[in-house]
């Protein structure tokens, strides 16, 4: 962290959200032979409670988190204090629905130390190809000598997309690889479009392209304008609090941060929405998920041009015909 964060008189509140061993209390927790598969679901877990407003940012940690003490995996959310309760109940339902087993350990805390705590889990990120380059960056961090000109300033908010989630790190990689490859889409849509963060670098690195922000919660499509006018790109992008079916447009290049379950039945709609020639990016994909999204928009005419994965994730790039 290069500055000391600034800090806020609100109190903050945070929701500790622990896989429960077999051994902890009546048995019913998982062992330790369960536990790469259970950690996939949590990670699933924090996907999806990172998309209720009510959750402010969401750590996950692990062996392979920087500070992680645990071998066995947890997340901390942080919230408001008037959002703690039904956060609560919100990943209770989550937990049942992934058959996990979870000790929920609430708080409310008002020291300045905790308050600032969950800022050093968003560091800047840098994403680079040969001579393409996009750093975003929380507000709280100063831009350094040196560092890229293209940047994006974010900070965690009501929306999902800080971009320290490994399904939007995947999705920015592969829009810098593409602007690094030459492309030059004329007409940008960001379907789910959270923070906007998607919407906002492709704006960035495609300066002459019109971008399109559609999510189907308002707030998100709030926030979005929020973090378009933080970032002066507020005359770049369309913002429609809308889904894929209520737009009519065509679109060179279309990304898609959302998870199969709502992926797969649009696949023939997001298609047609695509120019000839044009690609789409979609990530929320687990790799062992990705066959399917692949089946449904192979049979809506779109074929796999590139893949990545990182972690558990990946993402697909698929293009139409020419
Ligand atoms: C995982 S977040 C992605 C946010 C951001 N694009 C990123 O990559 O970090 C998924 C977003 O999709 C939105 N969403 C879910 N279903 C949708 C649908 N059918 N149409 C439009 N947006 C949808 C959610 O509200 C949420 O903001």
């Not at 969401?58 to 997340?75: A, Q």
């Not at 941060?257 to 994909?285: C, E, F, K, Q, Y």
């Not at 796999?304 to 020419?322: I, K, Q, T």
């Amino acid at each position: 962290m290069r500055e000391t964060a600034e800090t806020t008189a609100e109190p903050w509140a945070t929701l500790l959200v622990q896989l429960r061993g077999r051994s902890d209390d009546d048995g019913a927790g998982i062992d330790l032979g369960e536990l790469a598969e259970a950690s996939e679901r949590l990670e699933a877990l924090a996907t999806l409670i990172a998309e209720d407003p009510r959750a402010a940012g969401v750590e996950t940690r692990d062996t392979s988190t920087l500070g992680s003490r645990c071998e066995i995996p947890e997340l901390t959310i942080y919230t408001t204090p008037d959002g703690l309760e039904g956060l609560t109940a919100e990943v209770e339902r989550l937990g049942a629905e992934l058959h996990l087993p979870l000790r929920l350990t609430p708080a409310v805390r008002t020291d300045d130390d905790w308050r600032d705590t969950w800022k050093q889990f968003y560091a800047p990120l840098v994403f680079s190809a040969a001579t393409t380059t996009l750093l975003v960056r929380p507000s709280w961090i100063d831009r350094r000598p040196g560092d890229p000109e293209l940047e994006l300033v974010l900070d965690p908010g009501r929306a999902f997309g800080t971009g320290q989630h490994e399904t939007t790190r995947l999705c920015l990689e592969l829009l810098v690889a593409l602007a690094e490859a030459g492309a030059r889409p004329d007409r940008v849509l960001d379907l789910g479009c959270g923070s906007g963060i998607l919407a906002l670098a492709a704006a960035r690195l495609f300066p002459q392209a019109a971008v399109v922000a559609a999510d189907n919660d308002p707030e998100a499509a709030d926030t979005t304008a929020e973090n378009a006018a933080a970032n002066g790109l507020e005359d770049r992008l369309e913002i429609r609090a809308a889904t894929v079916l209520e737009l009519s447009d065509s679109f060179d290049l279309i990304l898609a941060n959302i998870r199969p379950g709502v992926l797969i039945p649009i696949a023939g709609d997001l298609a047609r929405r695509l120019a000839p020639g044009g690609a789409v990016i979609l990530s929320g994909v687990l790799g062992e998920e990705a066959e399917d999204v692949l089946a449904a928009y192979g049979a809506a005419g779109l074929a796999l041009a590139d893949r990545r994965d990182l972690a558990e994730w990946c993402a697909l790039v698929l293009r139409a015909a020419g």
